[in-house]
């Protein structure tokens, strides 16, 4: 790919807007009407209305998968119209497009930061801005900008005080033992937990306790169990999943978001996990 | 953007398909079959089965943010494989193509309409032509052709008489109250009237009467009202909207397309309004 | 289109990641990657989890649509993580790529067959192979190379013993009448069966029970019956289907894959249908 001329970054597109309205065909408009090249990518339009938390997880594991330079834009924005800000912000990898109500720090984790902007300056909006569609009116147009070449900081002030979500992280509640819980659930039922592979990867034996069922270790992969029975697995989203082989783990133990997960750490070598 | 060779028209797609099937990937191929380089949108396939009201209405209000030269396609086709025609529609800036029920009058709106003619030449159809499949093997291929830059007249004789779809407008029942309905709903529950920003806009105030609630005033954005209460607002459609804060109006009232809703204007300085 | 350049093959993606998860959004970050100018087009997410049968028939009446040298991608696998093999197969006009499970046995009909590679060459995989995954760590990229011009013999070596899926073919059960079956249902509640149109068109009369319904005839299209009528047709997959006139088959005689179907078959001029 070496002496090629600059390629014209990817745009992707995370919402609450689902499959069944023209809203995000007409977000694609607006963007090829400025930026005619740029290719969009859909990351995710099912998100639950104005959920931000699986919003944010969305983004966190899809971001790094993404070329250098992509732009990821995201609109789950149950703010919208009140005076709530909007972001653009630089990571050294991608620029995250988005209102400012948290729905970005997690990908933010994947850093380092080197910019942050309050999108207000209205050159690089629509003309009209609606009360209640900035997807179409800001963001689009703000990421086709961006796609054409325009320099972060003609878009708004910097600032450095965005607004966090609060990050699911397991307790630790005795020496051995954390509190956890489920921070997504997938298509098939898999319920992501905020356990991470770092966590348990130095367990000689991990232990689940979840919708009254022991999880008795990790398994390989969904094969290693029989039909129809419950695992545990270090997914491909880097977390600790429940699962329930060619079935729902959600629906057969009624599990959902912010489920509690009791996590017991066997420690190797007679180390303390940490 | 002056001085750069024309761009290879974007070609969108509303259909009634749905996204469990093939059927929308389908008519990609043989799109891209024929003009390689097109740029194919997907502005809406959720419509449901057959409701060609909701298909004009989502054409309408997405095909002014399009680039000049689009042509949107629309397959919402309940009379397929029956006598009905098949058109092509040229307007000012884009082109739809669409069986001849009416589901393009709302966006011939935007015109003016340069011309009209109905899809008679075969060459430019697929080879066969099935009798439940028009989408792909009509109207795919017309809009691949029309993309790679055949003359409009070229497809067939040009008529003057296409289907009309009836547009909902607010009836006048009373010097200053008017019978409204909801002519659309989308994924959030928001209830879309045929009340026009134009109609509201000369008023000193609007009440409107929906679901046996009175609202008693168009707000400026979801957040002006607490959560879980109804409001109105102008949408980004351009229309009044009934909406629930972080919630839905088309499930708290019970609310469908065709609903009806009361509006009653004051009118500004003594003013009628009209 | 002589004298042109080779053009960047497309990859069709099919899944049953839906559309809910950013899972396929995140195989297109890979494929940009590593193709930046592949053209990505969804061809169906929507299988049901699992449902192998359904991607192979989505795939097998797709492909035929997409031009030469399209790589399709097929990732409904219920046995990742396990000994199961990974496919590339060549085929005169397009590669399909899809784990070894029978959901290409279909589309391979089309071929012929040029050759068949098991994907094990790991220089063509993402660095990281995770357990459940694979759509992301293998097929994606292994598209995504195929489409940069690698070589489909260095993706591993060459096999000649697939997995089949065993494809449903109506059993004779008397001399004009054979046991069918419903092979797949649509969004519309469109039932298509595994009689083919070649099996019909040398019959006089073709009578079909269905869901304790006969239908006496096939009909040219859906607007031959009242709305609300079963019919029968020849549809736009080639095979006969069930259908509703502006209704669902499926909802009104409570008929899923597998709902058999009587089929008698009247010759022609005396002659036995075969």
Redesign the interface.
């Known amino acids: ?1 070496d002496n090629e001329a600059p ?1 014209t970054p ?1 745009i ?1 597109l ?1 919402t609450d ?10 977000m ?3 963007i ?2 400025i930026a ?1 090249d740029a ?1 969009i ?7 639950a ?2 959920d931000i938390g699986a919003a944010a997880f ?2 966190f ?2 971001t790094p ?3 250098e330079g ?1 732009i990821h834009v995201v609109v789950v924005d ?5 005076s709530r800000r909007s972001l653009a912000v630089e990571l050294d990898r991608c620029v995250l497009v988005a209102p400012d109500n948290g729905v970005v720090t997690m990908a933010m984790k994947h850093g380092p930061v080197r910019r942050i902007v309050s999108l207000e300056d209205r050159a690089y909006w629509l003309d009209a801005v ?4 900035h997807g ?2 800001v963001f689009a147009p703000v990421a086709a900008h961006l796609c054409r070449g325009v320099e972060i900081g003609r878009l708004g002030p910097e600032i450095d005080d965005p607004v966090a979500w609060e990050i699911s992280e397991p307790q630790r509640v005795e020496a051995d033992e954390w509190a956890a819980r489920v921070i997504y659930v ?3 039922g898999n319920c992501i937990t905020d356990i991470s592979e770092a966590m348990v990867s130095g367990a000689s034996r991990v232990q689940l306790l979840v919708g009254g069922t022991w999880v008795q270790a990790l398994s ?5 169990v029989p039909d129809g029975s419950v695992l545990a ?4 989203s880097g977390f600790v ?1 429940i699962s329930v082989r ?1 079935g729902s783990a959600a629906d057969a133990m009624a599990l959902g978001v912010g489920a509690p997960v009791t996590c017991r750490l066997s420690p190797r070598n007679g180390q303390p996990c940490s």
Chains 1, 2, 3 share one sequence.
């Open positions: 790919m390629r990817i992707t995370t807007f689902g499959t069944t309205d023209p809203y995000v065909g007409i694609k408009g607006v090829l009407g005619p290719r990518v859909d990351l995710n339009h099912g998100i209305a104005g969305s983004l594991r899809s998968y993404f070329p992509t149950p703010g919208v119209g009140s609606s009360r209640t569609f179409r009116d997938d298509r098939f390989e992969s969904y094969a290693a697995l270090v997914g491909s999943e060619n």
